[in-house]
C-alpha cells in the first residue's frame, strides 16, 4: 500500500535517505521491536522507535514510575508518578505516533514467559538493569533465533553489542555465567549520568532501525564500551565460542533459566 | 533529443503535480511516486521554477533515476520527464 501524504510528511527525512526510502520506511511500518524494561535505556529506544513508525512496539516492565526515574528515564514525566512505567510508556509513545501500535506486559520477564512474549517480534531491545534477565532475554533469543540488541550502563559507562541468529557470538559467549548476586552493583547502589541511557539507548535504536532495513554494518561480533569521563568509545572483537553453553557446538542450555536476583535489584 | 527518447515519453506511466509543495516534500513525493513505478517506466512531473526545478531533477539524478527531458512551461512551473532507472 501507498504511504499517505501524511506519512511521506512525517517520514520525510527518513524516505530522502536513499538507504531508506519508501521502501525502507514500508520496512519499519511492518515491523515490531520488543523492549525489555521501560528504563533509563528502553526510555530513548522507545521514543525514537515510535518516531521512526515501527509498527508494532512491545514494552515489558513491573515497576512503577518513580520520583527518582526521572533523572533519566525521560519517557515518563512528573505526572506519571506511581502509574505503570508500560501505562506511561505507552502514552508517551503515542502521543509521538499515534499511528502505531504498543503492546504493553506488566510484567518481569522469567523463564515461563519470555518465549511467549519475544515470539511476536522482529527485534528485541535488551533495556534491563540486571545480569539475571540479561542472560535470561540472550539464552531466550538465541533459542527462538531472535536478533536483540544487548547493553548496559552504569555510573559513566555503557556498553553495548547486537546478536543475529547464526551469524555472531552471543552474549554467553563472551560473559558465561552471571555473576554472584551483589557482586556487581546495580545502577541503583552505584548511580548512573542520566544522558548515558540516551548516548546507549540511541544507538540500540540505530541497531534495530539498520537491522529491520537490512542497510548498513550491525554492532554483530563486537562490544561497543563508552567511557563518557574519558570521552572514549572502544570497540571490541568478539569470538564465537564454540563451547558456549547456549549458541555452542554442544549446548547444555535448551530453555531459559531463571538465575537469583540480587535482593537490592528487585 | 533523440527519436527513442521522445518515443519513450509518449509512454507516460504516471503523472504528479508538486506545485503545491515545498522543499524537501517536493522530492520525497517525486521520489515516493518513482518508487511505485517499475524500472524503465516513465514519471511526468509538473514543478515550479526556482528551488523546485533546481534541486528535483539533481536529487533525482543522484538516486540513480533518468531525467530524459526538462520542459519550460512558461508560466513558471516546468514539467519534468524521468524514467526509473534504479530501485
Known amino acids: ?44 529506544v522507545g521514543l525514537y522507535l515510535a518516531a521512526a513508525g515501527i509498527g508494532k512496539i512491545g514494552i515489558a516492565d513491573a515497576d512503577d514510575v518513580d520520583l527518582s526515574n526521572l533523572q533519566r528515564q525521560v519517557i515518563h514525566s512528573t505526572a506519571d508518578i506511581g502509574k505503570a512505567k508500560v501505562s506511561s510508556a505507552k502514552e508517551s ?37 540486571n545480569f539475571p534477565a540479561k542472560f535470561l532475554i540472550n539464552d531466550a533469543c538465541v533459542l527462538a533465533e531472535k536478533p ?64 529491520l532495513t537490512g542497510i548498513g554494518d550491525l554492532l554483530t561480533g563486537y562490544l561497543l564500551t563508552y567511557d563518557a569521563l574519558k570521552m572514549e568509545f ?12 547456549v549458541c555452542g557446538e554442544h549446548p547444555a542450555i535448551l530453555s531459559p533459566i531463571d538465575y537469583e536476583q540480587a535482593v537490592c535489584a528487585i | 533529443m533523440s527519436d527513442r527518447i521522445i518515443a519513450e515519453i509518449n509512454e507516460i506511466k504516471e503523472k504528479i503535480d508538486i506545485t503545491h509543495l515545498v522543499c524537501p516534500m517536493t ?14 517506466e516513465i514519471l511526468e512531473i509538473r514543478l515550479n521554477d526556482g528551488e523546485p526545478v533546481q534541486n528535483v531533477p ?20 516546468y514539467t519534468l520527464y524521468v524514467r526509473k532507472d534504479s530501485e
Open chain 2, 27 to 40: 522530492f520525497v513525493k517525486a521520489k515516493a511516486t518513482i518508487e511505485e513505478l517499475e524500472l524503465g
Open chain 1, 148 to 211: 536483540f540488541s544487548h547493553a548496559g550502563i552504569i555510573r559513566f559507562k555503557g556498553q553495548l553489542m547486537t546478536y543475529a541468529p547464526g551469524k555472531s557470538p552471543c552474549y554467553r559467549c563472551v560473559f558465561k555465567t552471571p555473576p554472584p548476586p551483589d557482586a556487581v552493583p546495580t545502577c541503583k547502589q552505584a548511580g548512573v549520568i542520566g544522558a548515558m541511557g540516551g548516548v546507549i539507548g540511541s544507538l540500540q535504536a540505530m541497531e534495530a532501525v539498520k537491522y
Open chain 1, 93 to 129: 509513545m503515542l502521543a509521538i505516533n499515534p499511528e502505531i501500535e504498543v503492546d504493553t506486559y506488566h510484567d518481569f520477564v522469567s523463564a515461563s514467559n519470555i518465549l511467549d512474549m519475544i515470539r511476536k517480534y522482529d527485534f528485541i531491545i535488551d533495556g534491563t538493569d
Open chain 1, 234 to 245: 572502544r570497540k571490541i572483537k568478539l569470538p564465537f565460542d564454540k563451547d558456549c553453553a
Open chain 1, 1 to 44: 500500500m501507498a504511504l499517505t501524504d501524511d506519512q511521506l510528511q512525517r517520514y520525510s527525512r527518513h524516505i530522502i535517505l536513499k538507504e531508506i526510502g519508501v521502501k525502507g520506511q514500508k520496512r519499519l511500518l511492518n515491523s515490531s521491536v520488543l523492549i525489555i524494561g521501560a528504563g533509563g535505556l528502553g526510555a530513548p
Open chain 2, 58 to 77: 539533481r536529487s533525482l539524478k543522484e538516486d540513480g533515476q533518468k531525467v530524459l527531458k526538462l520542459k519550460d512551461n512558461l508560466d513558471g512551473t
